[in-house]
């Protein structure tokens, strides 16, 4: 009962929301970089009612002033927890595979649940949309069975997420306006091994305009 290995993290996650004080239990369920995530979302809800009370003491609460006010003095907060985030989504990143991606979604999912820092730091947003691209290899890995690679799984560190997503959308952005060579993009995508999926879900995301055009493009000089 107290190996914390018997315990998935959806479980984890619910015993620290029935039991948040039990810092006993949540000591053995969960890594030291959880418990320090886990802590500062604590430290958030108190900071906010400490900072809720301020603001109606000072009658700005409602006010235009309210949503700075909170951000200043939340900033040396949202600046610790994204770095627990950040670890924590490195190591599960580190072990390539399909379940720890299911815990990245379930971390992801409870930072949007309690609406910590998602919208404060530009990795977050972009974290969010490749969830959507493993999901989209996955389920074609499904589809087609082993002779699908799942080429999110190479990336094995938020840094390496972030540079492909974005290396991704700037070349196809300047494939579509014609400002770059094919070659480039067709080299990177061949050397990266990436699948059709993951180049065809980065692009959904990237606000192209014509992304029919870029992807075939890609396609006719990657996988056909």
């Known amino acids: 009962m107290q190996d914390k290995n018997q315990w998935n993290l959806n479980d984890k996650m619910q015993y620290w929301k029935e039991h948040p004080d039990d810092e006993g239990m949540l000591g053995v369920l969960f890594s030291q970089t959880e418990c320090r995530i886990l802590d500062t979302f604590r430290q958030f809800e108190t900071f906010d009612e400490l900072i809720t009370q301020k603001l109606k003491r000072a009658h700005l609460d409602g006010s235009v002033a309210e949503t700075f006010i909170r951000v200043e003095e939340e900033a040396e907060l949202s600046f610790r ?86 290396r991704v959308i700037f070349l196809c952005r300047r494939v579509e306006y014609g400002i770059e060579p094919m070659k480039e993009i067709v080299e990177y995508i061949k050397k990266k091994k990436f699948s059709d999926v993951f180049i065809s879900g980065i692009i959904e995301k990237a606000q192209i305009y014509n992304e029919g055009k870029v992807i075939k493009m890609i396609e006719e000089q990657c996988w056909r």
């Open 81 to 166: 927890l994204k770095g627990y985030f950040i670890e924590q989504m490195d190591f599960l990143l580190a072990k390539g595979t399909p379940e720890a991606w299911m815990d990245i979604m379930i971390w992801y999912s409870l930072l949007e649940e309690r609406k910590f820092i998602i919208q404060d730091y530009w990795e977050f947003p972009a974290l969010r949309k490749m969830i959507d691209v493993f999901m989209k290899e996955l389920n074609a890995f499904l589809a087609r069975g082993k002779t699908f690679h799942i080429s999110i799984l190479s990336l094995h560190s938020m840094e390496e997420l972030m540079d492909a997503y974005f």
